[in-house]
């Protein structure tokens, strides 16, 4: 199963990683260094859009 990551930016906007897998996204909350996983392991491999309603 493929969810999508919620992920607010320093510039107060929020982004959906779309199909992110599930382990994916249990690893990056599991993640002492949410930005290091975060840059390393979605960031530019996964579909993204703004998040609605933000």
Same mark, same amino acid.
């Given at each position: 199963m493929r &969810?999508?990551?919620e992920r607010?930016?320093?510039c107060g $906007? &929020?982004?959906e990683f779309l199909d992110v897998p599930a382990e994916a996204v249990a690893a990056f909350k599991? !993640?002492? !260094? $949410?930005g290091v996983y975060f840059n390393r392991h979605i960031r530019n491999r996964y579909a993204?859009?703004?998040?609605?309603g933000r």
């Open positions: &969810h999508a990551l607010p930016q320093w $906007k &929020h982004y599991a !993640a002492f !260094a $949410k993204v859009r703004l998040a609605p």
